[in-house]
């Protein structure tokens, strides 16, 4: 029997999950200005997944790249749903709602 896609889809669903509170935690300490990071952490994900040789690394670092990748994404769509008032602004952030 061969477990590899069930633990890459395993991998897949908790990288994924993961990075839905990630995405609302950085938004609501630091703003969208904190992007960069997860463009650091794509790019070496990228990497990483480009120099691994084991199929399940290489492919669990893809997908942690491309999950972080669409994070700035949501970032900025976290700022939207912020400003509609869905989730809670930061008050001891500096920079105030537009």
Not at 11 to 33: M, N, Q, R, S
Not at 80 to 98: A, I
């Amino acid at each position: 029997m061969n477990f590899n896609g069930l633990i890459i889809g395993a991998a897949t669903f908790l990288c994924i999950g993961a990075f839905h509170p990630i995405v609302i935690k950085a938004e609501y300490y630091w703003g969208v200005g904190c992007w960069w990071l997860f463009l650091l952490v794509g790019l070496g994900g990228i990497a990483g997944s480009l120099v691994a040789t084991n199929d399940i690394l290489s492919t669990f670092l893809g997908v942690l790249a491309f999950s972080s990748l669409w994070s700035i994404l949501e970032l900025f769509k976290q700022r939207k749903r912020v400003e509609k008032g869905w989730f809670p602004h930061n008050p001891k952030r500096s920079k105030k709602l537009p």
